[in-house]
């Protein structure tokens, strides 16, 4: 009988998943996003985003005092990520204080990798612009030169389409869609996004509700309020959907299993939440882009958002007043 009868702890369902093997599968949903960046903006978009990842790995390697670089891949993940949000002219300074900076204050002050109240990559960012904001607006935006490898792009910069109705009538659509438009690496190409995005929701590591959520409320919001800049009401919801950050982070940041709800019901919320921060600071705020913000501010309501949508226990009877 011995070996027959194991006792053990919940919880008693278990996957072959880990923690490394879903690091890896978002790194591979967002290998398009990277392509598409180098195609555009040639050998400084891949330098960035190397030491982007390289930088956030080490750090926290030697925070934790191990020799494994790679480790659980969460810190290659943030790297990469925070990369994304930057011009590919960022200097490699900027790229390192902000993969070192969503490492540590970020991710391992909270107590490491599943304890983090925000998304880290986002918390780098956010650093970046509080202190080196004239880096991150403004016509610094690198116009892109596709399959031009070995050209400096950051000789003719520009500002990027939601910086103003001028802006954004000088691109169209299909340019936002495909990638052929001025933006940090990881926010010019919406196909390549949609491509990763829908791998991930495929491999069953994001909700639908969440990116649902969050594009849908930035349509919505951008027809009704954005007074036709684009256009018609129409199109110019489906302009800010394309523009900025909406696509990035509705896929790969919002939807961190960390710092997102756990309930159905939470999780668009949640979505929905950062879609309208992000249009609020998109119409009404000083900045043009409002993605980091709409995120964060989500990331801190979590833990009350699940506890006001956990579902009624089976039997449950509520309680007469």
């Given at each position: 009988?011995?070996?027959?009868?194991?006792?053990?702890?919940?919880p008693h369902i278990r996957t072959i998943e880990s923690v490394r093997s879903v690091m890896v599968d978002v790194l591979v949903a967002l290998f398009p996003v990277a392509l598409v960046a180098v195609l555009l903006f040639g050998h400084q978009a891949l330098v960035n985003m190397a030491i982007g990842v390289v930088t956030a790995?080490?750090?926290?390697?030697?925070?934790?005092?191990?020799?494994?670089?790679?480790?659980?891949?969460?810190?290659?993940v943030t790297g990469l990520l925070l990369a994304m949000t930057l011009p590919a002219s960022a200097p490699w300074w900027l790229v390192v204080v902000g993969a070192a900076a969503a490492i540590i204050i970020g991710k391992q002050v909270f107590g490491g990798t599943g304890n983090n109240i925000?998304?880290?990559?986002?918390?780098?960012?956010?650093?970046?612009?509080?202190?080196?904001?004239?880096?991150?607006?403004?016509?610094v935006w690198p116009v892109p030169k596709p399959f031009n490898f070995g050209v400096d792009i950051s000789a003719v910069t520009t500002a990027t389409?939601?910086?103003?109705?001028?802006?954004?009538l000088k691109v169209t659509l299909?340019?936002?869609?495909?990638?052929?438009?001025?933006?940090?690496?990881?926010?010019?190409?919406?196909?390549?996004?949609?491509?990763?995005?829908?791998?991930?929701?495929?491999?069953?590591?994001?909700?639908?509700?969440?990116?649902?959520?969050?594009?849908?409320?930035?349509?919505?919001?951008?027809?009704?309020?954005g007074g036709g800049a684009y256009l018609n009401p129409l199109t110019t919801g489906l302009f800010h959907v394309l523009a900025g950050g909406v696509m990035l982070?509705?896929?790969?940041?919002?939807t961190d299993m960390v710092t997102s709800p756990v309930t159905p019901a939470g999780k668009l919320v949640f979505g929905v939440g950062c879609?309208?921060?992000?249009?609020?600071?998109?119409?009404?705020?000083?900045?043009?882009e409002g993605v980091t913000f709409g995120i964060l501010i989500m990331n801190a309501l979590t833990p009350i958002i699940d506890n006001l949508t956990i579902p009624r226990k089976f039997g449950e009877v509520k309680k007469s007043a």
């Open positions: 009988m011995n070996g027959k009868l194991v006792l053990s702890s919940s790995m080490a750090v926290e390697a030697i925070w934790l005092r191990k020799l494994d670089l790679f480790g659980d891949g969460s810190a290659a925000f998304n880290p990559a986002l918390v780098g960012r956010a650093i970046l612009l509080a202190s080196w904001g004239a880096r991150l607006a403004g016509p389409p939601l910086a103003g109705q001028a802006e954004a299909g340019q936002m869609f495909v990638g052929n438009v001025a933006g940090a690496l990881g926010e010019t190409s919406a196909l390549a996004l949609l491509i990763g995005g829908f791998w991930l929701l495929y491999k069953g590591h994001i909700d639908w509700r969440i990116p649902g959520g969050y594009i849908a409320t930035v349509f919505i919001m951008g027809a009704v309020f982070g509705a896929f790969f940041m919002a879609g309208l921060f992000t249009m609020l600071v998109r119409l009404f705020g000083a900045y043009p």
